[in-house]
Structure formats: C-alpha cells, structure tokens
C-alpha cells in the first residue's frame, strides 16, 4: 500500500501562484509514476501534470507554460508550482501514485490517491 498526503491548497487571486506537495510513504517501491489531477464541480476529473520516476513529465495543454510538476526522490515528494492562476484552475486537486508504462499514473484501478486539496482562484 502507498499512502499519499497532500498540502498546500487555498485561495489566491487569479494572476497568483499556489504549490502543492503530496508526499508518499509506504510501498514506494511499487510505484514508478506520480501525477496530479483536478475536478472541477459537475465535471470529469482530468489529468494536470504527471512525473516519472526517471523525470520524464506529462502535461495538460490548458496549464502547459503556467504549471511545473517536479519532484523530491530522497523526500519521496511530488510538487506542482502553478503560477499565472486563472479562475478556472478552480478544482479539488487530486495526487496520484502508480505503475505504469506509459508514465501517466491514475489510470489503473489499482493506482493510489489522495484525499484531494481545494484550490480556488478568486477573478
């Protein structure tokens, strides 16, 4: 099992930044993926952001330029720096942990998530 705690959520104006943190604990060993998404109210949760565990990154066209998704391996963390807010980036942002082939975490029933941060971006 992976556990994933994330932080770092809140309310900014649009034209601000946020960073968030999901830290994984447990099974690492079980994972070579991790990635960010988000669900807006009334909508299908998307992909944000994921990373590899060799570095190699995946972005969503609408937030390409404006978010990075890096990570700490000896801290076993994950952070997304989203600058250049917009009101809608307004979602509950959801880390996800797993393994995969094709570097994108989340998409397999057996993949880990976190409970989710609100972030709200104020026009």
């Known amino acids: 099992q992976v556990q994933l705690a994330e932080s770092g959520g809140g309310l900014v104006q649009a034209g601000g930044s946020l960073r968030l943190s999901c830290a994984a604990s447990?099974?690492?060993?079980?994972?070579?993926?991790m990635g960010w998404y988000r669900q807006a109210p009334g909508k299908q949760r998307d992909l944000v952001a994921a990373?590899?565990?060799?570095?190699?990154?995946t972005y969503a066209d609408s937030v390409k330029g404006r978010f990075t998704i890096s990570r700490d391996n000896a801290k076993n963390t994950v952070y997304l720096q989203m600058n250049s807010l917009k009101p809608e980036d307004t979602a509950v942002y959801y880390c996800?942990?797993?393994?995969?082939?094709?570097?994108?975490?989340?998409?397999?029933?057996?993949?880990?998530w976190g409970q989710g941060t609100q972030v709200t971006v104020s026009s």
């Open positions: 996800t942990a797993g393994f995969t082939a094709a570097g994108i975490p989340g998409t397999n029933k057996y993949d880990y």
């Open positions: 990373i590899t565990n060799g570095g190699s990154t």
């Open positions: 447990g099974s690492i060993f079980s994972i070579n993926a």
